[in-house]
């Protein structure tokens, strides 16, 4: 076997003490982005640095990070101080951090993104709140540099599409620091005009250059204006946060004059469709008038008025005639009734009706005389009872019992002793 194989340990313990004596190594400044951001809840910060083409690990203590005036975001770009060395246990080479500062577009890009977080919290965004662009303005106001290419395109496109459209221009710096103020002070002036759209932006730049754009107190001035803004800043990629307030977005100033105006071909080619549109409708209507006019004309009710009048008159004479005959005939019978009434035996004698019906009532006194049974207790018959009930039969008796004799006059009570059957 062969004695100059070395271990992985071995390996990663001298490629750290080459680094770890190399003075370059030891006192290093890098730049580059934040990616992979992570803070520890010990107080160390791990992370990664990166350019367009490398990257490399890096790690800051606590005991560093907590001198650091900010906290470092992802996208952020970063002036470090450090060291390089090797973490023996996996062989990585990393920077161990002491000392971080912020490096210019690094902080203009966080102060984008954060007062982009805030102002969509706000409801600056809201795409509810967005007042539509009119389809047909009259009066346009421009809100950019006299100068440069911006004014050029979008007056060249909004003559070349809608010459009707007169456009106002408000002058504006749209560069430097106090470059905002200057725009919100033409944006209020814009504001005093009777306007149906203004258009607000400039040619493409740096992030510097279309730093303007993105100060909060441009950003409220457009959330209050009342008049539909069209933001045009920059090329398509660039993206403002005037932008994002504005009612609409165009990606650049000519694509804004597009938006604010339509075409006039288009508009004439509309307005033929609906003159197209608006005869057909017409013609339809007329005839369908002519038809309800011809059908008008031809109705017999229209045409023969007397004839309706006759008919309706001869239909009220014939309901009134079975009127008439329904009450005669009804009258008839009445007197009938009231005739027979007159005519009734029992009405023109009512003492031979009651001699009729005393009579009957003798007959019936004389049946119920002959059946009474008291009469035959007058001819020296007897009944006899025992508990209330009429005994008819001697087998209803025996010794001993106890019965009630009723006669004419009077009761009397005996008892069995013998019984003696037929």
Sequence with gaps: MNQNYLTVTAVN????YKIDNDDHLQNIYIKGEISNFKAHTRGHYYFTLKDEESRISAIMFASSAQKLPFIPQDGMKVLVYGKISVYESTGNYQIYVQEMLEDGLGNLFLAFEQLKIKLDKEGLFDPSKKKPIPYLPQKIGIITASTGAAIK???????????NTKTILFPTLVQGEKAHLNIIKQLEIAQTYDLDVIILGRGGGSLEDLWPFNEELLARAIYKCDIPIISAVGHEVDFTISDF???????????????????IIDVLNQIDNYK??????????LENLKEKLFVLQNNYVLKNPINIIQ????TFTNLLDKINS?????????????????????LNNPIKLFEQKNNYLQKLIEKLEVLNPLNTLKRGYAIVRQNDLAITSIKHLKIDDIIKVELKDGQAHSKIIKIEEK
């Design 326 to 346: 329904l009450m005669l005939n009804n009258l008839e019978k009445k007197k009938n009734f009231f005739s027979k009434l007159t005519d009734n035996y029992i």
């Design 245 to 263: 307030v504005a009612d609409v977005r165009a990606a650049t100033p000519t694509a804004a004059a597009e938006l604010a105006v339509p075409n």
């Design 311 to 314: 008919i309706k008159e001869q």
């Design 13 to 16: 313990r001298y490629l750290k």
């Design 153 to 163: 395109d979008v007056l060249s496109t909004i003559n070349r599409r809608f010459p």
């Design 276 to 285: 197209i549109r608006s005869s057909k409708q017409i013609k339809n209507k």
